[in-house]
């Protein structure tokens, strides 16, 4: 719900963000208080939650101020703003028949605006009337007392209702609309081939920006220490890895109550950035090509294209992505040109009740089906160097905060059918958080 929070502090008339609450995840709603100095517009609040994305299906207010009529009309002044309501809707001359006119009142009832341009006007279709006394030397404070924002079939959409997303799968979801999230992310993963075992520690942190409710801009920076003992020599190498630049474009969205389907095309461009070195023949006795991948790159210039798609509904979220990368050479060496199929399986599993975001635990299957065509080294294809395996990645995820998520995954191999200079992945083990801003 952050991103409802977000969308309402822009209003000129919103509290602090803290100040804004959602109130109930599954129905929608949510409650703030407005600046009482500040002309209020149900028309800009609407408009503010559908640049973010959002349906605004309604809003109730509660307003002090003085009664006032012109004509057959009637008006609520509010206390210390000094703006005009409409008071409207079926049995207004009844529910104001025993009040008079200049009382302080509290006056609830359904808020919209009437008309557009310099001819609108705030009305409220007029539930409740209480008398108050208003004092001149000392205005009611806060003329605006609530507002609640109601979910419809058409309404909020829960993938961006919170901070989660799949681990390591590709989420078609966005984060905040005119912000973003950075997620810092630790890699633990062991390897092996023959008599040689490789150990890779992995720092890699991913900055987002989403410019608008379609976009999402990001930028990966990985950074690794890789470390390998084949029995008779031992060594390491730190390094950059390549950076790489994505842009995200979700090209469809259907929103339901409590649940909802999007999906998303991604493009990523993988820059020559990393350390390119790798050990010698005399460092670690074995081919070129096995040598190259104790290196932190996998190539040069790589472009991936990428398209992810997602359905929720209650307690469960599953999804999937196909991603392919072409992958140049870099120093005499690259990768083979790489095809995955990912798949997401989410599970709400507390708590019981979450009428509040925040606090939720998931947890979380993905699987990846990884297909290498043959690498290259020093301008020759490199025999024994595709590969195809399939891993299944059980993790867990929970939400601090609705800004704030701590998660891990552990993947492991169940299917592996690797060339003779391909090194084996043994496990992968990922700790990370996310934080939304």
């Known amino acids: ?220 920076v990985p950074f690794s220490r890789t470390s390998y003992d084949d029995g008779v020599v031992r060594g390491s190498g730190v390094g950059l890895g390549n950076i790489t630049a994505w842009a995200k474009y979700r090209f469809f969205r259907t929103v339901r109550t409590y649940g909802d389907q999007q999906a998303s095309v991604r493009f990523g461009i993988e820059l020559p950035t990393g350390k390119s070195s790798f050990p010698t023949v005399g460092q670690v006795n074995a081919p070129a090509f096995v040598r190259a991948q104790l290196g932190p790159i996998s190539g040069g210039l790589s472009p991936t294209i990428d398209v992810s798609y997602s359905q929720a509904g209650g307690r469960v979220i599953f999804g999937g992505n196909v991603q392919g990368t072409y992958r140049t050479e870099r120093d005499g060496f690259r990768m083979g040109h790489e095809l995955r199929f990912n798949t997401d399986l989410e599970y709400v599993i507390a708590p019981s009740r979450y009428p509040k975001p925040g606090g939720e635990l998931f947890l979380i299957l993905e699987s990846s089906l990884v297909t290498r065509s043959k690498g290259r080294i020093n301008g020759t294809v490199a025999p024994g160097s595709s590969s195809t395996e399939y891993y299944l990645a059980p993790g867990l995820q929970y939400a601090a905060r609705p800004q704030f998520v701590v998660e891990g995954s552990l993947q492991v191999p169940v299917f592996r059918n690797a060339g003779a200079q391909v090194l084996r992945t043994d496990y992968s083990l990922l700790l990370g958080i996310r934080y939304l801003f």
């Open 1 to 220: 719900m952050y991103n409802i929070q977000k969308a309402v502090s822009r209003l000129p008339y919103a509290p602090k963000l803290k100040e804004i609450e959602v109130t109930d995840i599954q129905k929608g709603l949510g409650v703030f208080t407005p600046l009482p100095d500040k002309p209020a517009s149900f028309a800009a609040l609407k408009a503010n939650l559908k640049q973010a994305g959002y349906v605004l299906a309604s809003a109730d207010i509660t307003i002090n101020g003085k009664l006032s009529s012109v004509g057959e009309k009637w008006f609520l002044t509010a206390d210390i703003s000094g703006q005009k309501f409409a008071l409207e809707g079926k049995g207004v001359e009844a529910i104001l028949a025993k009040t008079q006119k200049d009382t302080g009142v509290e006056v609830t009832g359904l808020w919209t605006t009437v008309g557009a341009g310099v001819t609108a006007y705030e009305a409220v279709d007029l539930k409740t009337v209480t008398p108050r006394a208003v004092s001149a030397e000392r205005p009611i404070a806060g003329y605006f007392v609530r507002t609640s924002f109601i979910k419809t079939d058409n309404g909020l959409e829960p993938s961006e209702s919170k901070p989660t997303a799949p681990i390591r799968t590709t989420s078609p979801g966005l984060t905040v609309f005119k912000g973003g999230a950075v997620t810092p992310r630790i890699y633990f993963v062991k390897q092996h081939l023959g008599d040689i075992d490789v150990w890779r520690q992995i720092a890699d942190v991913t900055v987002s920006y989403t410019p608008s409710p379609r976009v999402q801009l990001e930028l990966e």
